[in-house]
């Protein structure tokens, strides 16, 4: 019995992820699609969970390109939010119940005067319903449970906060705002609202949230749930694939040997390179061997990949 399957993809599927389908959902569809559009098994797994009522950017890592979804993990990310003043819930989003109202509506002048105190290293407390856990149990089943949850305080880095847009009344009073944050890893944007609103004297949640940008990957780059699923129907992967190397961007590339290339593939090191100290992509022409990290000229494998020779 011959095997006729495709065989399995090594890259990243950039999905604009649609609001109320989750991360996890988002993995699902990917494998389903590879499955039906008659691929195999390949492994599947995201970078950076993004909230089922938020949309946007959602990396997701296949095959080789698995081994780097821990830094996408790690990486900043840029989102939109929009932020309506006068109303706080227990989740800080639309989902929750009402726990706190205000009267009080800020000027633009005071949001764009209060910004500075949440741009750069700040400290937060993240959210009651989030996925952080507290002795072994997630924060969220506890606080759904009736639990009172207490989390400590963390340091994030808000690298740019900025106005988008917002909506005034005739006295100059804000409802809404959108801003843009520029973050570092394990900032909660909803934290962030909430911190900002009682800056303000008010309170507050978010209402939209959108990732425009994890790490080297941008919305341009990110397909619809719709043309996700024309691979199902036979449409080409590779018009929609973008190469292991995609989630390097920020690594400046190191051309080996073909000698040098073998030697790091069986997990040696490789000596008297004249590059700096630093994380590179090493590559064998266009394909990539491993990230390695060069010390005193040396090179030694951080992770190595095992990618078909394009030869072959």
Partial sequence: MTCDKKPAPNGWIILDKPRGLGSTQAVGAVKRNLREGGYAKTKVGHGGTLDPLAEGVLPIALGEATKLAGRMLDASKIYEFMVQFGVETETLDTEGEVVERSDVRPTLAKIEAVLPQFTGAIEQVPPAYSALKIDGKRAYDLARAG??????????????????????????????????????KGTYIRSLARDIARALGTCGHVTYLRRSKAGPFAEAQAISLDKLNEIANGAQLSDLLLPLEAGLDDIPALSLSQTDAQALQQGRVVSGLPQSPGLYCAMLDMRPIALVEIKEGAAKVVRGFNLPDVAE
């Fill in 147 to 184: 639990e009172e949850v207490q989390l400590k305080t963390r340091a994030v880095t808000i690298h740019a906060l900025s106005i988008r847009h917002s909506s005034l009344r005739d006295n100059d009073e804000v409802d809404e705002v959108t801003l843009q944050a520029h973050v570092s």
